[in-house]
């Protein structure tokens, strides 16, 4: 195991009705609140009113900023930047999902910045101060709202990249289950496979004695599987509803990375999904990981073997690795397939051929991943796999 430090102050408020601690929240950085928010279906299903209604009750004077697209892009966070500076705004609340959250922290960045927000980004230029921010989370997916990363797309380069600081993670999250009743199956299933996904590119490294957190890991992707079926079934079942949300949370916020080098080439070979064809983030991820898988599968074979035998409980038959992988990778397509995921491009409807192209954009830093290093030719045959 490697040494480590974890760290998670973001405050958890969990539970129905547990908004009505917003005010109090907020009180204890602010009475001047920029609220941020997406393209509307927290006016459509009331999360809004029941926000405001708080807010206002606590004398809390809010500025707001809605509009944020999924695969959030740069023009709202210059529109923040300037709203903050114009009027004193020094808390933002984002109400959403990572999207929201994600742009709700380079505003925060960028107010205290004196340079193009930007470059926290492109250029990697360290951060030095942020904003304080708040979330009430509307979908669990991202697990932004404990995260340390904002990830944004430039829709000038088309580059989607992140930018990471302790000093964006989020003051607390809000995180009330009936609010995710809304949610269409497409986005809960998006965000089901997301926060797995987050849990498997910490996984699949080369460390070794790694078996505590292994084992919590595991225990969270069958957690999250049993409760998949459950809220595609009925998404009103408000216990499923709380494990999905709180399984997401804690799908990202590092408790389950610790002591071992997380992977992280899945997540980058998708962003050229969301960037280029606009795709739900989550879908990408579907279609990615189990070519990615296949591709890499003899790095460190037994750990995918138990991967495949602890959360699917494919047959232990060690001397038999073609066996254990192939069987595995279908298993994890049928369930991406059960609720609703492509698990092909050709499923998500890409069949244009832009290879090339997204992983040179994809390895244009160099390297991806740590399980196995992949550069662009790598990541051209994972495209192909996930072809079909
Ligand atoms: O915009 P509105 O109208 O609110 O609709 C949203 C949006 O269309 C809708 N939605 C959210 N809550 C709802 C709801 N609809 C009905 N009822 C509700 N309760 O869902 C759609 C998707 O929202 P979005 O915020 O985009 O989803 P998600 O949380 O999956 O965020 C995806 C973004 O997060 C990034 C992704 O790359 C992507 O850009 N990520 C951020 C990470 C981080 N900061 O740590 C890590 C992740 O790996 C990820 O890359
Ligand atoms: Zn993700």
New binding site residues.
Partial sequence: MREFVFDNSTRIIFGPESEKQLGSEISRFSKKVLLH??????K??G?YDKVMGNLNKSGIEVFELGG?????TLDKVYDGIELCRKNGIDFILAV???????SA?AIAMGVEYEGDFWDFYEKGVPVKKALPIGVVL??P????EA?T???L?NESNKL?I?ASSLLIRPKFAVMNPT??????PY?TA??IV?MM??IMERYFTQDRNVDFTDKLSEAALRSIIKNAGKVMENPEDYDARAEIMWAGTMA?NDILGVGRRSDWAT?AIE?QL?SLYDM???AGLAVIFPAWIRYVKDAYIEKIMQFFHEVFDVEAVFENPDYVVGEGISRLKRFYKSIGMPTSLEEAGITDNRFEEMAELCTRCGYVGSFKKLGKDDVVEIYKLAGK
């Fill in positions: 928010y997406g393209g509307g279906s927290i459509k299903f999360v944020v697209k999924p695969n959030p959403g999902g990572g999207s929201v959250i994600d922290k509307t979908i997916a991202a697990g932004s995260s990363a904002s990830v797309t989607k992140s609010f995710t009743f809304s949610l269409p986005q998006a965000g997301d996904a987050h990202h997540h962003h969301s739900t983030h989550g």
